[in-house]
């Protein structure tokens, strides 16, 4: 049975920061991409950073950049997101995605930053 799930979420201060985790089961995770999302209310969901199946490429969202890291750990299965510098428009419900030869979506973490 495949598994993603998110932990870390919660409320923080603007300019915080919050480090999101997301274990991942049942699947392969080393042939997977790993990606996190995030969707605030009212808005459609959004990529906020990837890192491929080896962990030697990241990509980042423009809005991210500089202020947020994602990173995996093939030894235990896990990808991580590093959010440093919040702001109130990061305020989201935060995601995690693998994407192979399938896609799994993970069932969501909220993350609130008060202004």
């Known amino acids: 049975q495949v598994q993603l799930v998110e932990s870390g979420g919660g409320l923080v201060q603007y300019g915080g920061s919050l480090r999101l985790s997301c274990a991942a089961s049942?699947?392969?995770?080393?042939?997977?991409?790993m990606s996190w999302y995030r969707q605030a209310p009212g808005k459609e969901r959004e990529l906020v950073a990837r890192i491929s199946s080896t962990g030697e490429r990241t990509n980042y969202a423009d809005f991210v950049k500089g202020r947020f890291t994602i990173s995996r750990d093939s030894a235990k299965n896990t990808v991580s997101l590093q959010m440093n510098s919040l702001k109130a428009e990061d305020t989201a419900v935060y995601y995690c995605?693998?994407?192979?030869?399938?896609?799994?979506w993970g069932q969501g973490t909220q993350v609130t930053v008060s202004s």
């Open positions: 049942g699947f392969t995770f080393s042939s997977y991409a």
């Open positions: 995605r693998a994407l192979g030869g399938y896609s799994y």
